[in-house]
C-alpha cells in the first residue's frame, strides 16, 4: 500500500482531535474581562496541547514524504500513535480545569511521553521495513532530541507530586525544543532531488 492513504488518514483523525479540543473549551459565562481572564489555564493548557499536535503532524508529514509504501506493522504502528494522540483532548481539558493539582499534570505528562514512545515505534517500524540504506535509517539516527524529550516526560510525572511548575517547565521546554522541526528529512531529500 502507498503511504499516501496512511497521511490522509492520519491527517483527518489529528484534524477532529483538534477539533474535539477547541470545543471542550467554554466561553465564560459573564461578559467581563475578570471572567474572560479566569479561563486563562484552560487557554494555556489547548495552546500547549494545539503546539503538541502541531509538532506530531508536521514531524508524520515529513516522515511520510520519504515513505514508499506501508504494511500491516506500519499501519498499526501509526494506529498506535493516533490512539495516544487522540487522548490529549481529555487530558488537556482535565489539566486546564486542574491545574494545580499533581493527578492532572502527571497524566498530561504521561500521555505525552506514550505519544513520543509511540511514535519512535513508527519511525523503527519504517525503518525496518524500508531497509537500512532507506533515507529513514540517515535521517532518523542519532535521535538527541527524542532522547531528551522522554527523559524530560518520564521526569515531569513524578515531579507533578513533588512541584507542579517542575513538571509543566519539563513538558513546555520539550514543545520549545520541537518547535522548529526536525530538518535532516527535509536536507535528505533536497539532496537526493539535486
Request: proline share 4%; charged share 15%; aromatic share 12%.
Amino acid at each position: 500500500m502507498k503511504s499516501g492513504r496512511l497521511e490522509a488518514f492520519s491527517d483527518g483523525v489529528l484534524a477532529i482531535v483538534i477539533t474535539i479540543m477547541v470545543l471542550e473549551m467554554k466561553a465564560p459565562e459573564e461578559i467581563t474581562l475578570e471572567s474572560l481572564f479566569s479561563v486563562w489555564p484552560v487557554f494555556i493548557s489547548y495552546l500547549l496541547s494545539f503546539i503538541y499536535l502541531g509538532i506530531y503532524w508536521n514531524n508524520h508529514h515529513h516522515l511520510m514524504q520519504v515513505t514508499e509504501k506501508v504494511n500491516g506493522t506500519i499501519l498499526w504502528a501509526n494506529l498506535h500513535l493516533l490512539f495516544w494522540l487522540s487522548l490529549i483532548p481529555f487530558s488537556t481539558s482535565w489539566l486546564g480545569e486542574n491545574y494545580s493539582a499533581p493527578l492532572p499534570v502527571a497524566l498530561y505528562g504521561f500521555i505525552l511521553l506514550m505519544s513520543a514512545i509511540a511514535y519512535r515505534i513508527l519511525e523503527i517500524a519504517l525503518i525496518r521495513y524500508h531497509g537500512k540504506e532507506h533515507v529513514l535509517q540517515k535521517a532518523l539516527n542519532k535521535g538527541k532530541k527524542e532522547l531528551i524529550s522522554m527523559v524530560l516526560y518520564i521526569i515531569s510525572i513524578p515531579a507533578a507530586f513533588i512541584n507542579i511548575w517542575l513538571a509543566l517547565g519539563c513538558i513546555v521546554f520539550v514543545a520549545i525544543l520541537w518547535i522548529v522541526p526536525e530538518r535532516k528529512i527535509e536536507n535528505l531529500i533536497k539532496e537526493k532531488n539535486e
